[in-house]
């Protein structure tokens, strides 16, 4: 069985021919700038949208342990009330 897989070098040359001609050799350097510039802007794009879900798990992480902090002061308010009921009812016998 033959392998019709294509190598990056074949595609890469392949894009080349298809864009002489469409294109002409004179339009080759502006195509290729142009191809860099949208990978640069595309390279910029997913920075910053792996900087704002690091940001956004950032706040849920803290905002989850904000969540259990005010459950853990909940919990002790309840267990000071019970010692305070117990400590009045020893205190009324």
């Known amino acids: 069985m033959i392998d019709m897989a294509l190598t990056i070098t074949d595609t890469a040359i392949l894009l ?14 502006e195509v290729f700038r142009s191809l860099g510039r949208a990978t640069g802007e595309f390279k910029k794009g997913q920075l910053e949208a792996e900087l704002e879900l690091a940001q956004m798990q950032q706040q849920l992480s803290q905002q989850n342990k904000s969540d259990e902090l005010a459950k853990k002061i909940e919990e002790l308010q309840k267990q000071i009330e019970e010692l305070k009921k117990q400590q ?3 205190q009324s016998k």
């Open 16 to 29: 080349i021919v298809v864009i002489l001609l469409f294109f002409g050799a004179s339009k080759l350097p």
């Open 88 to 90: 009045q009812q020893q």
